[in-house]
C-alpha cells in the first residue's frame, strides 16, 4: 500500500535531497511538498488524509507549534501522526512540539551521509514498524 507524506519546508534543498533519498530507496511514499504553513494547512483540508505530516519548525508565517496546535485540535485532523524537522537540538524546541502535539521530533542531519541514514530510519520506523490509523 502506497503511504502519503504531507512535507512542509521551505527550503529547496532540504526539498530536494529528501525526495532523492525517497527515489534511492525505492520507498513506496507519495510526498507532496509546501513551502510554507498556509499552503500546508489548505492542502491538509482540501486533499485526502495523509498518511504522516513532517514539517520543519521554522515554518512561515505560523510555525510548527502554531501548525501543530490547528492540527492537533482539529477532530478529523488530531490521529495523523505529526513529525517535526528541526535544525538545532534546543531542548526547550523539543518539548515546546511534544507539548503541542509532535509525535517525533528530529534533529536534520548535516552530512549527505547521516541524511540518508536518518530517511531511511524513519521510512523504516514510520512504515514498516508502527501501525498506522
Known sequence: MRRTILMLEHDDDDRYITQAVLDETKADVSISFVSNSTEFLQKLEATNKPDLLLMTYRASPLNAIEVLK?????????????????????????????????SSVIIKPSSERDTTEKITTFLKYWFKTVELP
Open 70 to 102: 490547528r492540527v492537533k485540535g482539529a477532530a478529523h485532523l488530531k490521529s495523523i501522526p505529526a513529525v517535526v524537522l528541526s535544525g538545532l537540538s534546543n531542548p526547550a524546541i523539543v518539548l515546546e512540539c511534544y507539548e503541542a502535539g509532535a
